[in-house]
């Protein structure tokens, strides 16, 4: 059944037309991923669709009643209201649901034999049961511990968040309220792996539809069903994943070039025959030939691929590969009173690049600076190889000039190229004309790291240290970079929450946990086997689990030998199992024909109160496994 649909939907600013006749369909519990360039118009067609923005023309669709949870923007917070309240709160849901449910038991204490009212009574509670009231105290607790909120934090005033902590409550918010259609705007901004990895899994488990623009890969691939790709104005619908819609359109590509060719030999061939007949005894068959090719729709030219964000490091460096270009040792790193890491040791070697993952907060960008020389450290030391450049790239772009233009930016690098020297450098990173006469300053935050970049890539270095360089790349921005490392002859340590980014760039990882250092040999995806192979609990795509219930198994609860590992491993199968069997029973619970039906419902509940029990029994079993 059709959730809600976008019929040739048109959408102008000023004199620019963003949307010239896209069409969207949504269906019951659909994934849908939608692609597209910086500035293709995804944001506009979403505002559309949730009701935030209205079309110039076209027609928007809902089903009757439809729940949509969607948010445009960060929030203005009132002052005094905690992280927990707030996502408590959600879209004020709840807050209704409790009210009615409130009058209606004042009502029925005055009237307690009425049927009306017992009626009523007994379909709000079902409702308020079906979208998770009873136990919304514990899913917003799941929630904000999953995407990177410690639970001293949950108590904090949410007006003095920074813009990205305020970007994860709202994505909190909309994770927990109640919808038929949930829309998510690039949710993995601001999240480290676990809080990604999170995110992707509630998506896979959402009971309703789901819309979201990523230019995260893997998310895409893991979590979408669908691909509507937004281009020039309008948009094409593609099935399967993030890689099925590649594949289909390069194919597609493929196939259209390989007809414009047949096409143009033939259409040579029918003009050679009119030209060298035009007159004489076949000119009749000559007009006649003429009249057909008039009359033939022949394909346009194939567009190709569009040219995106062209990177090149430097390739001239210094060092020998598996040389020693940096090595950490007994390194203590403070920021005031606070430890990031405690006697760390590490080595980075030439022509590898490293991965730097760790939660959000454990102190990864102020280690990277470190390393680049641009922050002391407490303890221990940094040895550098003799003479070593290292180029870095910080998520405030703080290298940036004020006061100057883009071309100034690039000319204060290399004063001695000539101005269609650098004009050409620029137009590599998508500047081009009088972009390269804009002031810096005025630059927006995707702008600007393209600058970066392209400073970055205009100077020679041994080594790069990228702090998030993916942050405002589009997926072609994204595939370039990716490139780029992969060509750099030099060492490279890279942090980024680009998981695709990371498995097909590193070589080995650093993890920064609980202030100690760990490397990792054979990269991400190596790395990611090792820690859930520290861990029974079915893992996602970082190295956390994430359970049904806190309690569940962890890697630190796990014996290190086991007894009876035949009889242990079927416990675990026999979690899993219930996890499964108690999460659909949730979904039931949120179905309309559910929910109208008490009897339907009271069933429900008691399996859902049964499966509970089953599960915190089978808890109890594992944790204490090796004790009997």
């Not at 927990?176 to 899994?201: C, K, Q, R």
């Not at 998506?203 to 069903?225: C, E």
Request: glycine share 8%; with cysteine.
């Amino acid at each position: 059944m059709t959730l809600a649909s976008l019929e040739r939907i048109e959408r102008r600013f000023g004199d620019f037309e963003v949307l010239t006749g896209a069409s969207l369909r949504i269906d019951e519990k659909e994934r849908v991923g939608i692609v597209g360039d910086n500035g293709s118009g995804k944001t506009t067609l979403i505002r559309i669709l949730a009701g935030a923005d209205e079309p110039d023309r076209g027609e928007r669709n809902l089903r009757r009643n439809l729940r949509i949870a969607y948010a445009e923007q960060v929030p203005k917070i009132e002052p005094g209201t905690s992280i927990r309240d707030y996502v408590l709160r959600g879209d004020g849901t709840f807050d209704r649901l409790e009210s009615e449910v409130r009058a209606l038991e004042q009502a029925l204490a005055a009237n307690p034999t009425e049927e009306r009212l017992l009626r009523e009574y007994g379909e709000l509670q079902g409702r308020f049961e079906a979208a998770g009231g009873y136990d919304r105290t514990h899913v917003c607790e799941r929630v904000l511990s999953g995407i990177g909120f410690a639970e001293h934090e949950w108590s904090k005033d949410a007006s003095v968040l920074s813009g990205g902590e305020k970007s994860r409550l709202v994505l909190a918010a909309l994770m927990t309220s109640p919808a038929d259609l949930l829309i998510l705007d690039e949710p993995t901004n601001h999240l480290d792996l676990e809080g990604i990895a999170f995110v992707e899994d509630h998506v896979r488990r959402y009971p309703g539809a789901v819309v979201v623009i990523s230019h995260d890969r893997r998310f895409l691939n893991a979590g979408v069903t669908r691909i509507v790709e937004v281009d020039d104005g309008a948009t094409t619908s593609w099935p399967g994943n993030y890689d099925a819609w590649r594949k289909l359109k390069d194919e597609r590509l493929l196939a259209e070039a390989r007809q414009f060719k047949s096409e143009q030999a033939y259409f040579e061939k029918e003009m050679e025959y009119i030209r060298r007949n035009n007159a004489g005894r076949m000119a009749r068959q000559a007009k006649g030939r003429l009249r057909k090719l008039q009359r033939l729709a022949f394909v346009s030219r194939p567009k190709g691929e569009k040219s995106g964000m062209r990177l090149q490091f430097a390739d001239k460096v210094r060092g020998q590969s598996g040389q020693t270009i940096l090595e950490g040792q007994d390194l203590t790193l403070r920021i005031g009173d606070r430890t990031l890491v405690a006697n760390g040791s590490f080595r980075i070697v030439h022509g590898e690049c490293m991965g730097l993952v760790g939660r959000n907060g454990t102190g990864k960008s102020t280690l990277l600076r470190a390393i680049a020389g641009r922050h002391p450290l407490s303890a221990g030391e940094i040895r550098r190889a003799h003479g070593i450049q290292i180029g870095t790239f910080s998520q405030d772009v703080t290298d940036l000039p004020h006061g100057r233009t883009v071309l100034d930016a690039l000319r204060m690098l290399d004063p001695e190229a000539t101005e269609k020297e650098l004009r050409d450098h620029l137009a590599l990173f998508l500047f081009s004309g009088d972009d390269v006469e804009a002031p810096v300053d005025g630059l927006s935050g995707g702008e600007k790291q393209r600058l970066s970049l392209a400073r970055l890539t205009r100077s020679h270095h041994d080594m790069l240290c990228l702090d998030e360089p993916t942050n405002h790349l589009d997926v072609a921005g994204r595939e370039g970079l990716e490139q780029a490392i992969a060509e750099f002859p030099g060492a490279v340590l890279l942090i980024t929450h680009d998981r695709q980014l990371l498995a097909s760039a590193s070589n080995r990882i650093l993890a920064l946990e609980n202030q100690r250092l760990r490397t990792f040999d054979g990269g991400f995806d190596a790395f990611i086997r090792a820690a859930a192979d520290a861990t029974p609990a079915r893992r996602t795509d970082t190295a956390a689990a994430q359970p049904a219930k806190p309690s569940a198994p962890t890697s630190s609860a796990a014996p290190t030998k086991i007894r009876n590992p035949m009889m242990f491993q079927k416990l675990e199968e026999q979690i899993f199992a219930l996890e499964e069997e108690l999460e659909s029973v949730r979904t039931a619970m949120t179905q309309e024909e559910n929910y109208l039906d008490a009897a339907r419902m009271r069933d429900l509940q008691e399996r859902e109160a049964k499966l509970d029990a089953d599960l915190a029994a089978a808890y109890e079993r594992w944790e204490n496994w090796n004790e009997g």
